[in-house]
């Protein structure tokens, strides 16, 4: 093989590379948001209604919801990953927060079963004030 031919080999192998690269960062990315508007979805209802057609919440937790928000409620924020021990255990994909008019926050830690939007609720507690 002459030597232009595997410079441009080489000089192709490299594009290829970084087209690669760059459409994985991308997908990275989208998967990244979609979540981030899903657990934003499920905060929001959450807060409005107690329930979520994304989320499968226990009667438990739904009741303990239900007593949070007997004072009205709003969706606070989203964090990627698991609280750390001892209220997590590294198994959320998500947390997300509520707040209610009396100032009290609600952490609901959630996993994602699959890929298609459902999302199983592990625990809630209550973290200390967050600021937007």
Do not use: C
Request: hydrophobic fraction near 40%; charge should be positive; proline fraction near 6%.
């Amino acid at each position: 093989m002459k030597r232009g031919d595997l410079i441009f080999l080489l000089v192709a192998l490299l594009v290829i590379g970084i087209l690669i690269f760059g459409v994985l960062k991308h997908y990275r990315r989208a998967a990244q948001f979609r979540i981030h508007y899903e657990n934003m979805l499920i905060a929001e209802q959450l807060a409005t209604r107690t329930n979520s057609d994304l989320v499968e919440l226990p009667a438990s937790l739904s009741n303990q919801l239900a007593r949070f928000l007997a004072s009205p409620g709003h969706a606070q924020g989203m964090e990627f990953g698991d609280e750390p021990p001892p209220i997590g255990d590294g198994s959320a994909t998500t947390r997300i927060f509520l707040t209610n008019t009396i100032g009290e926050t609600l952490g609901i830690r959630l996993r994602r079963d699959g890929p298609y939007s459902s999302y199983r609720t592990l625990s809630l507690w209550q973290p200390p004030a967050r600021k937007n």
